[in-house]
Every structure is written in structure tokens, then in C-alpha cells.
């Protein structure tokens, strides 16, 4: 079974702290994603990495970062933390291609956070 | 005129009902189209995908895609509570990884 861990479920930040969300997939894909999803706006891409190292800015990257240091783990990152950053972030994982049957993306279960 | 467009519901229908969620697209380009599900406090899962017009069977589940109309729609047939979840409709180009999903839709199976 794929597996894409987040490292936390819920947060609580201050607005104006960095704050770092990590993921991790063990099952050797080379793309992995973040999106945050909020109530009437559906899912949306923050970042995509499709390689170590390698990153492309999705449809609302502003305030955001990322960092894929190593293939299984993507990490995002919250340079300095505000209120309107308070959503659901999702994670996900995939293999590369164009093939839909084998470029499914997998989501974690998602870390809920909080910037008051 | 939005890419994606999806009903939010709520819907709520009683058990062993025929459910039919659907979604509207306006960019010709969408090839890939997928249904995803996902359980409350929970990541989406994928239920199902198609590539081209037609129907598509699982179950009691079956996706269906009219691409002349840029319509898709997931038809459950059965329902259970266990289907009580949000679903979200999804799709791409052929050649580019980037999925654009609808706002999903929450279904409720009452017993």
C-alpha cells in the first residue's frame, strides 16, 4: 500500500512564525505536491517538485517555500505565518509520466493548522 | 467561467438509493478525469479514473464522461452510510501532471 505520512495532524502557530509542514511517501515516486484545501475553493496546488531538488510553483505559491533535499520527503515551508494561512494542507505523491493508471496521486490525511 | 464547476450539495439520500454527482469543465484540453473520495478529517483517495468518453464500472460505482458536452458524472448505485463522504471530480491535460479539481460535493447516506 502507498503510504504518504504527514508529520503532524493539527497545528497551532502564531502569526509571524516559520513554520514547517513535512511529508513523506515510501513508495520511490519522483513527483510529490502540496495543496491546501479551504471551504468553497476546493483543493489548490501551493508547490510541485517533480525530483530532489527540483520544484515548480503551483496556483498560489505566494508566501510559501519548499524543500525536497531527498526523493521521499517534501517539505513546505511558512517563511512568516498569517491568519489567511489557516487551512488544510494536503500532501500528495505520484510517479512521473503521462500514463494516468500509473500517475495516480496518493494524499496523506492532511495537517489542519491554526495561525492566530 | 470557472475551469471546474461542482455542485457542493450537501445531498442526503436514504440507504440503497442511485446517487449521480456531476461536474462541468470548459477547457478542451482535459483528457484524464478521476473521482476522489474523501472521508471527513481524511486525505482524498481516488475512487476511480477514465481517460475518453464513455461509461466506466466498478462495483456499484460507475463513472461516466461525455466529452462533447464537458460533462462527467459518478453515478452510485446502492448507497450505503459508508459512501457518506465529500467527492471531488478532478482532471488534467495528457500531457501535463497538474490536476484541476472541482469543489467536491458532500453526500450524506442516511440508514
Known amino acids: 500500500d502507498v503510504k504518504v505520512t504527514q508529520s503532524s495532524r493539527y497545528l497551532v502557530k502564531r502569526t509571524g512564525e516559520k513554520v514547517f509542514l513535512e511529508c513523506v511517501q515510501d513508495?520511490?515516486?519522483?513527483?510529490m505536491f502540496w495543496y491546501r484545501q479551504d471551504p468553497g475553493l476546493g483543493l489548490r496546488l501551493i508547490y510541485f517538485?517533480?525530483?530532489?531538488?527540483?520544484?515548480e510553483k503551483g496556483d498560489i505559491p505566494e508566501g510559501y517555500s519548499v524543500s525536497r533535499e531527498k526523493k521521499e520527503r517534501f517539505s513546505l515551508i511558512l517563511e512568516s505565518a498569517s491568519t489567511n494561512q489557516t487551512s488544510m494542507y494536503l500532501c500528495?505523491?505520484?510517479?512521473?509520466?503521462?500514463?494516468?493508471?500509473?500517475?495516480?496521486?496518493?494524499f496523506g490525511a492532511g495537517t489542519r493548522l491554526s495561525v492566530l | 467561467q470557472k475551469e471546474v464547476e461542482q455542485d457542493p450539495g450537501p445531498l442526503s439520500v436514504p440507504e440503497g438509493a442511485i446517487v449521480s454527482l456531476n461536474c462541468t469543465y470548459s477547457?478542451?484540453?482535459?483528457?484524464?478525469f478521476m473521482w476522489y473520495r474523501q472521508y471527513s478529517r481524511k486525505g482524498p483517495e481516488l475512487l476511480m479514473y477514465?481517460?475518453?468518453?464513455g461509461n466506466k464500472e466498478d462495483g456499484r460505482f460507475t463513472a461516466q464522461v461525455d466529452k462533447s458536452s464537458k460533462y462527467i458524472s459518478l453515478f452510485i448505485r446502492d448507497s450505503q452510510p459508508s459512501d457518506s463522504a465529500t467527492y471531488l471530480c478532478?482532471?488534467?491535460?495528457?500531457?501535463?501532471?497538474?490536476?484541476?479539481f472541482g469543489k467536491g460535493t458532500l453526500l450524506t447516506v442516511n440508514p
Open positions: 500528495a505523491s505520484s510517479y512521473p509520466g503521462t500514463d494516468l493508471a500509473k500517475n495516480i496521486q496518493y
Open positions: 513508495m520511490d515516486h519522483e513527483n
Open positions: 517538485s517533480y525530483d530532489v531538488k527540483m520544484k
Open positions: 477547457n478542451s484540453a482535459f483528457q484524464y
Open positions: 477514465t481517460y475518453s468518453s
Open positions: 478532478a482532471m488534467r491535460g495528457g500531457s501535463n501532471y497538474k490536476l484541476t
